[in-house]
């Protein structure tokens, strides 16, 4: 089975902290993709990666950046945490590139507090 | 821009009743659609998917319609268990993009 492991369920930081929520998949995903989830909005993706060391912006990006130096890890950075980013953090993997490779598989989500 | 919707963000139903969770999307170039199931504290997990060459598909108690002249999702759980009570969405996917919905909570009342 695919595992997708987020490195904290928890996490309670201090506004303008830098933040680093880590991703581990074991199953030699090429795509790898950070979500945030609110109630009401759904899934939100804020970055994704299709390679090593490649990135692209999802639909909000703003105040995130993220860092994937190998295949494996996807990490997603708060530069200077601010409560409205108070969330649930979801990662997730997906194999490849045909059809019914964008099935995704996701971590069971980080849960980060600003205060 | 594109948006996958649900209609109803919670939704009620006896056990052992079949439940139906809808879903539009605008996006008339996606191809390939996709449950998933959030559980309390656990990620999404897939639970059906369906090519945008299909209208049907059928799982082990659950089936997914397309209806592609009205951009429109269906998600059928036959004879509903406590165990069905999570959050449902709905994702549609063209290329490396994935649109999720906002989810609709489940609640199966004994």
């Known amino acids: 089975d695919v595992k997708v492991t987020q490195s904290s369920r928890y996490l309670v930081k201090r506004t303008g902290e830098k933040v680093f929520l880590e991703c581990v998949q074991d199953?030699?995903?090429?795509?790898m993709f950070w979500y945030r989830q609110d109630p009401g909005l759904g899934l939100r993706l804020i970055y994704f990666?299709?390679?090593?060391?490649?990135?692209e912006k999802g639909d909000i990006p703003e105040g995130y950046s993220v860092s994937r130096e190998k295949k494996e890890r996807f990490s997603l950075i708060l530069e200077s945490a601010s409560t409205n980013q108070t969330s649930m953090y979801l990662c997730?993997?997906?194999?490849?590139?045909?059809?019914?490779?964008?099935?995704?598989?996701f971590g069971q989500g980080t849960r980060l507090t600003v205060v | 821009g594109e948006s996958v919707g649900l209609h109803l963000p919670t939704l009620s139903v006896q056990e052992g009743d079949n439940s139906i969770i809808n879903c539009a999307y605008s996006?008339?170039?996606?191809?390939?659609f996709i449950w998933y199931k959030q559980e309390s504290g656990k990620g999404p997990q897939f639970i059906i998917d369906?090519?945008?060459?299909?209208d049907k598909r059928q799982g082990q108690r659950v089936t997914v319609l397309l209806n592609k002249t009205v951009k429109h999702l269906s998600l059928q759980i036959a004879a509903t268990q406590p165990g069905d009570s999570a959050v449902y969405f709905c994702a549609e996917n063209w290329g490396f993009k994935t649109i999720f919905g906002a989810g609709t909570r489940l609640f199966v009342k004994a």
């Open positions: 990666s299709y390679d090593v060391k490649m990135k």
């Open positions: 369906i090519r945008s060459n299909m």
């Open positions: 996006n008339s170039a996606s191809d390939y």
């Open positions: 199953m030699d995903h090429e795509n």
């Open positions: 997730a993997s997906s194999l490849g590139q045909t059809v019914e490779d964008t099935e995704a598989f």
